[in-house]
């Protein structure tokens, strides 16, 4: 069975642009969650999408946004990078609420570095 | 403000040694998750554990639930330099969303 997959891989972007994001999860899940991995900060989550409705939001500026699709794929954007924003950027899907009590599988991340 | 603190940041042993790693809150979880990171992947999970004083075996690992659920301990027995990695606990509550530990970055040597 395929796991999450994140799409691209890596990614170099201007400050100023914007950007987005994919994840395909496996097939079946339907939450999708998406975390935020700097040296810093460590892991920050970003935002949760259960049958294309946000259940929840971290604490990011307006600028991160997301959307999840009928088919479950999930896409997050990101609107006038900043370098700071420059991280892994996480998915993880679990089988609805599940993943709280059984656990997340996450995807390999996108690199994205803002220059 | 980071809810749950891991100690040690880092650690560097030999093969063959023990180890625990910590992870601690001063916040009350619902269940507690380690993962484990290589680097370049995602996080794997490694054991959810939820009942207070929980204690599960994973082959040479042991993952322990405090009795007030707010920390979490993981004990490797007999290292392995297949175990270097960057080891997280993350903690959930209602909301859909981990919180995470900063980890605690293993390397063992041969």
């Known amino acids: 069975k395929a796991g999450v997959t994140q799409t691209p891989r890596y990614l170099i972007k201007t400050r100023g642009q914007q950007v987005t994001l994919s994840c395909s999860p496996i097939?079946?899940?339907?939450?999708v969650s998406w975390y935020q991995q700097t040296p810093g900060q460590g892991l920050q989550f970003l935002f949760e999408y259960f049958s294309e409705t946000q259940r929840n939001k971290g604490n990011f500026p307006g600028r991160f946004s997301g959307r999840q699709f009928s088919n479950s794929r999930s896409e997050m954007n990101v609107s006038t990078l900043e370098l700071g924003d420059s991280a892994l950027y996480l998915c993880?899907?679990?089988?609805?609420?599940?993943?709280?009590?059984?656990?997340?599988?996450f995807g390999s991340g996108t690199r994205l570095t803002v220059v | 403000t980071q809810l749950l603190e891991q100690s040690p940041q880092f650690l560097s042993i030999q093969e063959g040694e023990n180890l625990t790693v910590y992870c601690n809150s001063s916040s009350v979880f619902s269940s507690l998750q380690w993962y484990r990171q290589e680097p370049g992947e995602g996080p794997v999970l490694l054991v959810t554990?939820?009942?207070?004083?929980e204690v599960k075996k994973l082959k040479r690992l042991t993952f322990q639930f405090g009795d007030a659920r707010k920390d979490s301990s993981l004990h490797i027995t007999a290292a392995q330099p297949g175990d270097t990695g960057l080891y997280l606990c993350?903690?959930?509550?209602?909301?859909?969303?981990?919180?995470f530990g900063k980890g605690t970055s293993l390397l063992v040597t041969p």
């Open positions: 993350a903690g959930a509550n209602s909301g859909y969303a981990l919180n």
């Open positions: 993880a899907s679990s089988l609805g609420g599940t993943g709280i009590r059984y656990g997340y599988t």
């Open positions: 554990v939820v009942t207070g004083g």
């Open positions: 097939s079946g899940h339907r939450s």
